[in-house]
């Protein structure tokens, strides 16, 4: 069944239908959280009371968009929401950023390496999530979840040019960021 067949039988109430749309969504759902409050708990929350907040809207989808994008809508408004209500930013503890398996090295060059590009990649996930949220979001949905500049555009109501600007500009930050002492020696800049 296509996603198009499986949406209108959630919108005529199928329970069956919308807990396919959760396993299709779930993860980048949970994965755009995550970017945002870097707590598995607190973005599994957040994903499940978006997916609830998703199933009561849906009878009001229109079909005007894709349904992702919709579903992308819901989830970035009530992430902002979250975070205006906790209005605290939360230091990325190093052992939380670990996204699945770390490759198992045969030998100590490869151990090496292995270590090497895991220690490079938790310092980008620390010095994204110490961007502005507005920077943090676009990078996390076109860089981090291969969203495209159309749809990136869609969920966050902004021409593409916008969103070509803020990347533009989110990328610089992040790299300035990436070669400051400061942050390769582990403190925040």
């Known amino acids: 069944m296509d996603e198009k067949t499986i949406v209108e039988e959630a919108r005529r109430g199928s329970r069956e239908a919308f807990e396919e749309l959760v396993k299709m969504y779930n993860p980048k759902v949970f994965h755009l959280a995550y ?7 607190s973005a599994d929350d957040l994903a499940q009371e978006v997916f609830i907040k998703t199933y009561q809207a849906l009878p009001k989808f229109r079909a005007d968009s894709e349904f992702g994008t919709w579903l992308y809508r819901i989830a970035v408004n009530h992430i902002k929401d979250h975070l205006r209500k906790t209005a605290r930013r939360k230091e990325v503890s190093l052992d ?14 490869e151990r090496d390496r292995v270590r090497e590009e895991e220690e490079k990649r938790r310092l980008v996930f620390r010095v994204l999530g110490n961007l502005p949220p507005k920077y943090r979001l676009i990078l996390t949905m076109r860089d981090v979840q291969g969203m495209s500049y159309d749809e990136v555009a869609k969920v966050l109501g902004v021409a593409p040019g916008t969103v070509d600007s803020r990347l533009h500009r989110a990328r610089k930050m992040l790299r300035k960021r990436l070669a400051s002492p400061m942050y390769r020696e582990g403190g925040r800049a």
């Open 35 to 41: 970017s945002f409050v870097r707590d598995r708990a």
């Open 96 to 109: 939380e950023l670990g996204d699945g398996p770390i490759a198992v090295a045969d030998s100590a060059e």
